[in-house]
């Protein structure tokens, strides 16, 4: 089994900052892209960046200059590191990742993506 948690998030005040974490754990055989994803109420949820296995990133126009994503290899974790929020970047985060799992032999299982529970980021005065 594997699993996404994230930690981080809460109310924060417009132009200020805000980090978001994600650790995978569980039966993990390589990680490929992490990235995280954003959900306001009544829009589809959409990519905020992502960032590969070799490092490359990859961000929305929105958030470009702003926003800063980084990966752990050693822990399996990824950051987002939120500077200058704004009340539309109001949103539930969600942390994702593709995942090849491995089985009690150590096999490597089919990759598949996985997402984290989810946390709310809210800009507001």
């Known amino acids: 089994q594997v699993q996404l948690v994230e930690s981080g998030g809460g109310l924060v005040q417009p132009g200020g900052s805000l980090g978001l974490s994600c650790a995978a754990s569980g039966s993990i055989f390589s990680i490929d892209t992490m990235g995280w994803y954003r959900q306001a109420p009544g829009k589809e949820r959409e990519l905020v960046a992502d960032?590969?296995?070799?490092?490359?990133?990859n961000y929305a126009d929105s958030v470009k200059g702003r926003f800063a994503i980084s990966r752990d290899k050693a822990t399996n974790t990824v950051y987002l590191q939120m500077n200058s929020l704004k009340p539309e970047d109001t949103a539930v985060y969600y942390c994702?990742?593709?995942?090849?799992?491995?089985?009690?032999?150590?096999?490597?299982?089919?990759?598949?993506?996985?997402w984290g529970q989810g946390t709310q980021v809210t800009v507001s005065s």
């Open positions: 994702n990742a593709a995942i090849v799992g491995h089985n009690s032999w150590y096999r490597p299982l089919p990759l598949t993506v996985h």
């Open positions: 960032i590969s296995k070799d490092g490359s990133t």
